[in-house]
Structures are given as structure tokens and as C-alpha cells.
């Protein structure tokens, strides 16, 4: 069975701090996608990476980063010089490739508050 | 990008009344629609998967005589709420795939946030 955990349910910092998130999954499937979403206040889910399981490579974008390790089946998200603008939900999620149209699974999220 | 609609965006309706909501794929065919849940401060929880002109697949535990879906066309999914109850009462978001997407995120609508008095 699939499964995504966030352990970190809240997590609170000040502005200027860096800030990890992190993700662990579980699937039986050897291909695969993994997935970080940002849910504002107002709902609407942010699309912020994908990743499939071929490619461990981090990635860096912006003030974001993200490590993804295969062999601990960890996809942590960090952010850097973390800004107020930052306080959000974030969902880690995972689904299935090879096929179009897999849902994805969501890991219950992470609520990041960023203070001033 | 590729862009989802989801309509309306919030809905306040009377115990025992039905609501749809409609969810559109706007420049790409949709082949298969999802359909999930999020209660406060909960995860999102997938309650159906719909392939255009075909029935829904509905996970366990959610009633497919009461959460009714149609998939009639490659750009529009509708999700029925019939005869809700103020337990009812959550986020419902859809996201859409197009054929060949599997390299591609799925892409969500902005929600529909349902309140059942």
C-alpha cells in the first residue's frame, strides 16, 4: 500500500529562519512520482514540485530546496530565509507512474507559521 | 499551464437540499477526473475517480448514492451532493489528467468550499 507521512503536523519560526519539512513514503511500485503542494489560507493547492523516482537529483529553486533519497524513501522540502509570505499548509503526496490519471496520496501536512 | 475551474467556489445550502459542483478542464481534454475531500484542518482524501463516459470509481466508505459524478464530457466532471446534511459540511477539490499525463501533475481546481446549515 501507498502512504505518505509528515511527521511535523506545525511547525513555527521567524522570519529569516531556515525551515525543513519533512516527508517519508511508503509504495511497493519501483516507478513513481512525489509531489509538493502549498495550501494558503484561501485553499487553493500551489503546485511546487514533482519529482519522479528516477531521478534523485535535489533541486533548488529559489529559496527552495528539496532532497529526495531513496534509500531512506525521504522527500524533505526546505526552505530558506523563510518570509511571512511562507505560512501556508504543505502537502508531500505521491502517486503512481506509467499510468495517466493516477491520484495521488497526501501525507496529512505540515502547517508552517512564519512570524515576524 | 494547463488550468482547472472549479465552480462555485463556496456554497451555503439547507439540510436535505443538493448541490453540484462543477469542475472544468480549460485547455486540455480531460480523461480522468478526481474528486477529494478535506475536512478542517484534515489531509485531502480522494472520494471518487471518474473517466469521461464511464462510472465512477468510488473508495471505501463513500456513498456513491450520495455523492453522485458525472464525467459526460473530456472537459467537464460535476459532483452531486444530494441531500446533504451539515456533515456534509468540508473542502471539496477535483483535479483533472489529460491523456498522456503521467509526465505531468495533475492539476486542481480551487475548491469548493461547502457549509450545510
Known amino acids: 500500500a501507498q502512504k505518505v507521512t509528515q511527521a511535523q503536523t506545525e511547525i513555527s519560526v521567524v522570519e529569516k529562519e531556515d525551515v525543513t519539512l519533512d516527508c517519508v513514503y511508503e509504495t511497493r511500485d519501483t516507478t513513481y512520482y512525489l509531489f509538493w503542494y502549498k495550501q494558503p489560507p484561501s485553499g487553493e493547492l500551489v503546485f511546487l514540485i514533482r519529482?519522479?523516482?528516477?531521478?534523485?537529483q535535489n533541486e533548488i529553486s529559489g529559496r527552495y530546496s528539496w532532497n529526495f533519497q531513496k534509500s531512506t524513501s525521504s522527500f524533505n522540502f526546505t526552505i530558506t530565509a523563510s518570509q511571512v509570505v511562507d505560512s501556508a499548509v504543505y502537502f508531500c503526496?505521491?502517486?503512481?507512474?506509467?499510468?495517466?490519471?493516477?491520484?495521488?496520496?497526501f501525507g496529512k501536512g505540515t502547517t508552517l507559521s512564519v512570524s515576524s | 499551464g494547463a488550468v482547472v475551474s472549479q465552480h462555485p467556489s463556496w456554497v451555503i445550502c439547507k439540510s436535505g437540499t443538493s448541490v453540484k459542483i462543477e469542475c472544468r478542464s480549460l485547455d486540455f481534454q480531460a480523461t480522468t477526473m478526481f474528486w477529494y475531500r478535506q475536512f478542517p484542518k484534515q489531509s485531502l482524501m480522494l472520494m471518487a475517480t471518474?473517466?469521461?463516459?464511464?462510472?465512477?470509481?468510488?473508495e471505501q466508505g463513500v456513498e456513491k448514492d450520495k455523492f453522485l459524478i458525472n464525467h459526460a464530457s473530456l472537459t467537464l466532471s460535476t459532483l452531486t451532493v444530494t441531500s446533504a446534511h451539515p456533515e456534509d459540511s468540508s473542502f471539496y477539490i477535483c483535479?483533472?489528467?489529460?491523456?498522456?499525463?503521467?509526465?505531468?501533475?495533475?492539476?486542481f481546481g480551487n475548491g469548493t468550499r461547502l457549509t450545510v446549515t
Open positions: 471518474s473517466n469521461e463516459g464511464s462510472k465512477a470509481t468510488y
Open positions: 483535479s483533472a489528467a489529460g491523456a498522456g499525463s503521467y509526465n505531468s501533475p495533475l492539476h
Open positions: 519529482r519522479n523516482s528516477f531521478d534523485e
Open positions: 503526496a505521491l502517486s503512481e507512474a506509467g499510468q495517466a490519471g493516477t491520484a495521488l496520496i
